[in-house]
């Protein structure tokens, strides 16, 4: 792999903030507390000490060139999700091509069933944390028993001096159905809704960014809700395509990844920052090169059946400027 992007200046008045799904990033060791099993070495998905660091090395890959191409520079913020624990978030961070980043993270346990997280890298360069806090979802089984999912990860601090608070999100899954689990995604959209709801109390000019793989796209009431209700932008509503997405499933492509931003990024001033763009990272390293499923997310396992790959989601990403 060759980085593409080596001769473009650095433009230090341009941040990216990305989202990465980052597909099963698990750890090797058993943890007792989480469904792990499967990403063991001596399961049958055999995890082994190789593979993971393939992974690692190619997740870091990936996320040292997300906005480089308009930047010069990796991300100054990016939200991850299918983190199984710090750990992992370490290994990634001393891998090939992070290492040299300087990358810090936000990262708490939830008490998701298959034992997967949310997170956030920061560079500390460029951005300060002020404050973290993380919130559940309240969800119950058909048996009324408790249905825990990833928490909602909030994230406070000065992005080149200025103000921004974070919402990362991974939201339940259409495992069962789309119509089956839109209640359980419509909870987690009332629980960020809140979120914004109590920062523009203390402050109806803070500045947010809701970021995540919502399983829903831009078009589902999930999302209209938080956009109609706060007053969001979400400049993914127009960028699926028949031939782009952030997923794949049953040759359809959706976009599931997103970045939504308060309006007040379109406030035009030399010292804030403004929204420039937002795109999907589908660089073609990141894609599956040949064969039935050509151009889809290069997978890291495709069932239990290894391929070597990145993720099953592509990244998406926002190019903020002053």
Request: charged residues 30%; hydrophobic residues 35%; proline residues 4%.
């Amino acid at each position: 792999m060759t980085d593409d992007f080596d001769d473009i200046p650095v433009r230090h008045d341009m941040q990216t903030v990305a989202f990465y799904n980052i597909e099963n990033l698990f750890d090797l060791r058993d943890s007792r507390f989480t469904h792990d099993n499967d990403f063991l070495p001596e399961s049958t998905k055999r995890w082994t000490p190789k593979r993971y660091k393939n992974k690692l090395r190619k997740l870091g890959f990936a996320i040292s060139n997300i906005g480089r191409e308009e930047t010069g520079k990796h991300p100054a913020i990016v939200g991850l999700a299918e983190v199984e624990n710090a750990k992992v978030l370490e290994d990634l961070l001393d891998s090939k091509h992070l290492d040299d980043c300087d990358y810090d993270y936000v990262h708490f346990d939830s008490l998701d069933e298959r034992g997967i997280d949310v997170a956030m890298l920061y560079d500390p360069n460029m951005f300060e944390v002020l404050h973290t806090e993380t919130f559940s979802i309240p969800l119950t089984d058909n048996d009324g028993s408790p249905d825990y999912t990833r928490d909602i990860l909030l994230v406070g601090g000065n992005l080149d001096s200025e103000t921004v608070y974070f919402i990362v999100n991974h939201w339940s899954s259409r495992r069962e159905g789309q119509k089956e689990t839109e209640f359980k995604r419509l909870a987690a959209s009332e629980k960020v809704s809140e979120i914004i709801s109590s920062l523009t109390q203390e402050d109806e000019n803070v500045k947010i960014m809701v970021m995540g793989d919502f399983n829903d796209t831009p078009q589902n009431e999930s999302l209209k809700r938080l956009v109609e209700d706060h007053s969001l932008f979400n400049p993914f509503e127009t960028l699926r395509s028949f031939t782009r997405g952030t997923v794949k499933h049953r040759r359809q492509w959706f976009i599931f990844d997103q970045v939504l931003i308060s309006t007040n990024f379109f406030k035009s001033s030399k010292k804030q920052f403004e929204f420039f763009k937002a795109d999907l990272f589908d660089a073609d390293f990141l894609k599956q090169f040949n064969g039935p499923f050509k151009g889809s997310p290069f997978r890291t396992y495709v069932g239990k059946k290894y391929k070597g790959g990145y993720s099953d989601h592509f990244p998406v990403y926002t190019i903020l400027k002053k």
